[in-house]
């Protein structure tokens, strides 16, 4: 069975600065996946990042990046020059290959963004 | 918008009832993922389909169930529903980068 846990429940980042949300996983499995999913308040899922855990070089897209250790399972989501549009709940998961293709999820951290 | 529809946005009913909840995967998607977010259970997993056929079952009640028809799209039926039900059902297709729909809220008084 595979578990994702976010340890942080709620951040405060201000605005333009950086923030690091972190998220741990486990899985006895050697090929899986790992995504950011980011929830406004429209409670739509976006996805922000994703990293293929057989990629050594950690996933950037734009503002977000991802640092990746494999060996600690550990997969923390950086945001730089944060922006008041970032305020969301930020969910980690973990896909694993062939095991139905299903996402688990980690319990969320709300991320407020101060002006 | 990730191409993932759901209908419909918001569906008030009482104990007891049943409901149908319907998506349409993206074009060309033939994987459709159900999951179910509520305040004390988080994000579930509850049911795959692959090209109208189960793939992979999650923490799905057995007062659920759902089925992918041929055009793809699927319907999610939930009866005998009670308070607990409660809760926002996401449908989400493609395979290893799953894209979501919007929801759909269900509140059960």
């Known amino acids: 069975a595979q578990t994702v846990t976010q340890s942080q429940p709620e951040m405060s980042v201000q605005e333009a600065e950086t923030v690091t949300l972190s998220c741990t996983y486990d899985?006895?499995?050697?090929?899986?996946?790992l995504f950011w999913y980011k929830q406004p308040p429209s409670r739509q899922m976006i996805l922000v990042i994703r990293?293929?855990?057989?990629?050594?070089q950690n996933a950037t897209e734009n503002r977000f990046s991802v640092n990746f250790q494999k060996a600690a399972k550990s997969f923390s989501l950086k945001i730089s020059d944060s922006q008041l549009g970032d305020a969301a709940m930020y969910f980690c998961a973990l896909l694993v290959s062939g095991a139905g293709n299903m996402l688990t999820f980690g319990g969320g951290t709300r991320l407020m963004v101060k002006p | 918008d990730s191409g993932v529809t759901q209908t419909p946005k918001h569906l008030i009913t009482a104990t007891g009832q049943r409901v149908t909840l319907r998506c349409s995967p993206r074009s060309g998607d033939l994987s459709v993922y159900w999951y179910q977010q509520s305040l004390d259970q988080g994000l579930q997993f509850l049911i795959q389909y692959y090209n109208g056929e189960e793939r992979a079952k999650g923490n799905i009640l057995e007062r659920f169930s759902a089925q992918q028809f041929p055009d793809l799209h699927s319907e999610l039926n939930l009866s005998s529903l009670e308070l607990g039900d409660s809760a926002l059902y996401f449908c989400?297709?493609?395979?290893?980068?799953?894209?979501f729909g919007p929801g759909t809220r269900l509140t059960v008084l």
């Open positions: 990293q293929e855990a057989y990629k050594q």
């Open positions: 899985t006895s499995e050697s090929d899986y996946y």
């Open positions: 989400a297709s493609s395979g290893q980068v799953q894209f």
